[in-house]
């Protein structure tokens, strides 16, 4: 499995390698060892699921707040997403800043997303579909959000982004400079 950094401490890129023939490919999708060696000892809970049908969708940006945080494992399996993460650690030398990458089910590859990031995308394709790996469950309390555009993080989202898809609550989100500091105040590289 190949592995990726980012500017940005915390978030990995994994792409599993396949092994082809005449009749497709087999892959190992996750290692827990490889994951684990990478991104540190976080445990799995819940796989979730999600579907855009319409080319623009945009979904995010999400957070779970402590103590019910979750980190999420993404990879598209049908589609194609414009996938990011944005780091809301308050004491982090990187607040503010994002990371994205394209997934599709062709490259194979999967974002990590680890707590203290908030989480969003963009369906590339018609019937885009996600499927991702959370290390924690869902908690209707501590379920929070920030601006897909605000302005300060400026994530260059595909020119393809349709407003008009948000959900109402994701329209509701503040901008970086109106969040809480969900995320300590604890020193991060």
Same mark, same amino acid.
């Given at each position: 499995?190949?592995? /990726?950094?980012?500017?940005?401490?915390?978030?990995?890129?994994?792409?599993?390698?396949?092994?082809?023939?005449?009749?497709?490919?087999?892959?190992?999708?996750?290692?827990?060892?490889?994951?684990?060696?990478?991104?540190?000892?976080?445990?799995?809970?819940?796989? &979730?699921?999600?579907?855009?049908?319409?080319?623009?969708?945009?979904?995010?940006?999400?957070?779970?707040?402590?103590?019910?945080?979750?980190? /999420?494992?993404?990879?598209?399996?049908?589609?194609?997403?414009?996938?990011?993460?944005?780091?809301?650690?308050?004491?982090?030398?990187?607040?503010?800043?994002?990371?994205?990458?394209?997934?599709?089910?062709? &490259?194979?590859?999967?974002?990590?997303?680890?707590?203290?990031?908030?989480?969003?995308?963009?369906?590339?394709?018609?019937?885009?579909?996600?499927?991702?790996?959370?290390?924690?469950?869902? &908690?209707?309390?501590?379920?929070?959000?920030?601006?897909?555009?605000?302005?300060?993080?400026?994530?260059?989202?595909?020119?393809?982004?349709?407003?008009?898809?948000?959900?109402? /609550?994701?329209?509701?989100?503040?901008?970086?400079?109106?969040?809480?500091?969900?995320?300590?105040?604890?020193?991060?590289?």
């Amino acid at each position: 499995m190949h592995t /990726k950094s980012f500017g940005i401490a915390g978030p990995k890129l994994f792409q599993p390698r396949r092994f082809a023939d005449a009749r497709g490919y087999f892959c190992e999708t996750f290692r827990a060892d490889v994951f684990a060696a990478h991104c540190g000892p976080f445990d799995f809970v819940q796989d &979730n699921e999600s579907l855009s049908e319409t080319v623009g969708t945009i979904r995010g940006l999400h957070f779970q707040t402590p103590p019910h945080v979750q980190g /999420k494992l993404v990879r598209c399996t049908a589609g194609a997403i414009f996938d990011v993460a944005v780091d809301i650690r308050v004491a982090s030398s990187t607040y503010g800043q994002w990371v994205g990458e394209i997934l599709t089910p062709a &490259n194979g590859m999967q974002m990590w997303v680890p707590p203290g990031f908030a989480h969003g995308f963009c369906s590339l394709e018609p019937n885009s579909v996600i499927a991702y790996k959370v290390t924690g469950y869902y &908690n209707a309390a501590c379920d929070q959000g920030l601006a897909w555009d605000d302005p300060a993080i400026g994530i260059l989202w595909p020119d393809v982004a349709d407003r008009t898809t948000l959900s109402a /609550k994701d329209r509701m989100h503040p901008v970086l400079a109106d969040l809480p500091a969900y995320f300590g105040t604890e020193r991060v590289a």
